[in-house]
Every structure is written in C-alpha cells, then in structure tokens.
C-alpha cells in the first residue's frame, strides 16, 4: 500500500539531546513537509521541500533542521536550540511542487516529549 | 498574524442533523482550500477541497461553500454521523505565490451526539 510512514509513534528527549524524526513516503512524491501541531492550535509548518537536494524553511523553523538526500525520505532533526520541543509532529507530502493545487496527505505523527 | 481563523472552538451536533463548520480567511491572494479531518493522535486525513474560480463542491456528505467577497468558506456535513466527530481544520494556499505552503486554521472539534 501506498502512503507516509513516521517512526517512532513517540519519542523522548533528554534535556540538551538532539533526536531525529523519520518520515518515509512510498507515493512518488516531489514534495514534502513537516508540522508541528500545540493543543489548541492549528499546524504550523516547521520547514518543506519541494525537490530532493533542496529544502526551505517555514514559519517556525527555528532549532529544527532537515535533509532530504532522497526523494522517498525527509527526516526531521529536533536540536537542543529547540526550547519547546513538546509537540505531535506531522510530516506530509504532495505530488507536485509550486504552483499547482495538490493535496497534501500525511503521516500518523510522533509525539515528542521531554524527559 | 492568524490568515486561516477556525473562530468556533468545538461544535456538537444531533445525529442526523447538518453540522456547519466555519473558516474565514484575511490573505486575499488564497486561491485554494482544503478540509482536512483529524482523529486524536492521527494524521490529518483530507477531505475536500475547493478553488477559488468556485463557489461550491460537493462529495457525498460534504459540501465546501466558498464566499470569496466575505473571505470565508464553510463545511457542510449531512446527515451528521456519529464517526465524524473528530476535529475539522481548514487550510488555504496561495498558488500563485511561487512557493507551495498551506496555512491552517486552529481547527474545530466536532462531536456528533448519537
């Protein structure tokens, strides 16, 4: 079956530890993108990329950072400049890049939270 | 600055009955829109959606309705079921802006009475 694959379904991180969100797209997507979702808010878009080798920052991408050195994978890397890391994080991918008017479809999200 | 506003928190509504639920939007270079529905530690799953050159889609039980002189879109469900209690996001795009980014609403939690 096609789809978005995120792993691990919770994650726990240590004061000062850097930990890696991973998300897996089997759908022939261009574009991807991760989320970050706070009780209460709507999402808010950490960074996207609409091409492999190329990535760019969204509205909160502060103490964040990403790679997407294949088209299928775009993992999300929560540094220790993140102050508030605590969050369901939401990676999702579309088919097309700029300009045209696709959907985007999601992953099941990770949880991360604080030790 | 909050572009895609969801102003109704949380809605409940009688099975059977239409559920109304409400966006309003500032940017006026949004050209699309989608719904997306949402389970408690879930993805979003998308709905329906809607261009800007209409004023109305349907699919199934869901109508998208989109005002673009008030800059406000609403989703309509009918009849309202039990399942679809889950909270609603709204989320618009400028297409033409070069960059492909969607702004979300804070969503409404829909709870549908049995």
């Known amino acids: 079956d096609g789809g978005i694959t995120q792993s691990p379904k919770y994650l726990f991180r240590k004061e000062g530890q850097n930990v890696t969100l991973s998300c897996e797209q089997n759908?022939?997507?261009?574009?991807m993108y991760w989320y970050r979702q706070d009780p209460g808010q709507g999402l808010r878009l950490i960074y996207y990329?609409?091409?492999?080798?190329?990535?760019q920052k969204g509205d909160i991408a502060e103490g964040y950072s990403v790679s997407r050195e294949k088209k299928e994978s775009f993992p999300l890397t929560v540094t220790s400049a993140q102050k508030n890391p605590t969050a369901f994080y939401l990676c999702a991918s579309s088919m097309e890049p700029s300009g045209i008017q696709e959907t985007q479809y999601f992953g099941p999200g990770t949880r991360l939270l604080v030790l | 600055d909050q572009q895609v506003k969801q102003n109704s928190p949380s809605l409940s509504v009688q099975e059977g009955r239409i559920s109304i639920l409400n966006c309003d939007y500032t940017n006026s270079m949004f050209d699309y829109f989608l719904w997306y529905k949402k389970y408690p530690a879930e993805g979003p799953t998308f709905l329906i959606s809607i261009s800007s050159i209409k004023d109305k889609n349907e699919d199934g039980r869901f109508t998208v309705f989109l005002n673009k002189s008030a800059k406000h879109l609403s989703l309509h469900i009918v009849p309202s079921q039990p399942g679809d209690s889950a909270v609603y996001f709204c989320?618009?795009?400028?297409?033409?802006?070069?960059?492909?980014?969607?702004?979300f609403g804070t969503g409404t939690r829909l709870k549908v009475l049995a």
């Open positions: 990329s609409q091409i492999v080798n190329d990535f």
């Open positions: 989320a618009a795009s400028a297409t033409t802006s070069g960059t492909y980014k969607y702004i």
């Open positions: 759908l022939n997507h261009d574009a």
